[in-house]
């Protein structure tokens, strides 16, 4: 099974795995860091690094990041020289999160990236625009 | 200016504007609503329709909310028939919400909605997708 690591500026990390929790519950090896305002870059990059090594002993990891080009994206991308099979993702939201958790099971970790991003912008709609395609339809 | 209201489950639209002042500082105009497990959806329609009475008093409003077809979402959609000017995009992740954040000031907010989705959408994106693109470029 694919674990996931979620990292955010913030309580986003955490605030996601709340609201998966309110709907799925709990699920193992969904972990969330967080850098707050008083954090170092350093810190960060060893609390990623030390989730990774935890989270790779019992299977491959995915990486949910909140913003590409950002410092924890940075720090994720820094950290596949050390554990080059990790996955990486940007862009994390609430159906991509629940996609990869339903469907980490058997799935290569490449594998289940394409699956994140994809269900990640599928679950992006405009009433608006969903509303328009209904009355030219 | 377009107000923006975020309503999501759990902690999600908090922990997006606490990675969202991370980044940007405070911002006005910008609120969070969250369904916590003790609540009854009586009690967020309640809240969302007064959040929205209040942002109304200075523009008009975008909802972004973290999931299509959950509770949060279909109280927004409820709420359209009272607030007929009401914008909606599901899928809130921080590339929307930045984006957002930086032009609302005079856009209207059919074309906020439009940029939020896009925002979202182009924001997603995996590390190896992006490595095989470069591949073949």
Redesign the interface.
């Known amino acids: 099974m694919v674990n996931l690591l979620l990292v955010?500026?913030?309580?986003?990390?955490?605030?996601?795995?709340?609201?998966?929790?309110?709907?799925v519950g709990e699920q193992e090896g969904v972990v969330a860091i967080s850098?707050k305002?008083t954090d170092s870059i350093d810190e960060l990059e060893t609390r990623v690094d030390a989730a990774i090594e935890e989270l790779s002993v019992s299977g491959s990891v995915l990486l949910l990041v909140?913003?590409?080009g950002?410092s924890p994206f940075n720090i994720c991308?820094k950290l596949?020289a050390k554990h080059p099979d990790l996955?990486?993702?940007?862009?994390?939201?609430?159906?991509?999160l629940?996609e990869t958790v339903m469907q980490r099971e058997g799935q290569p970790v490449?594998e289940l990236?394409?699956i994140?991003?994809e269900a990640?912008?599928n679950?992006?709609?405009?009433?608006?625009?969903l509303m328009d395609q209904a009355a030219q339809a």
């Open positions: 955010s500026h913030g309580d986003l990390a955490d605030g996601m795995l709340s609201a998966m929790h309110l709907i850098l305002e909140d913003l590409f950002a991308v596949i996955q990486v993702v940007t862009g994390i939201n609430l159906p991509m629940l490449e990236a394409k994140a991003s990640g912008r679950g992006i709609r405009s009433l608006q625009e």
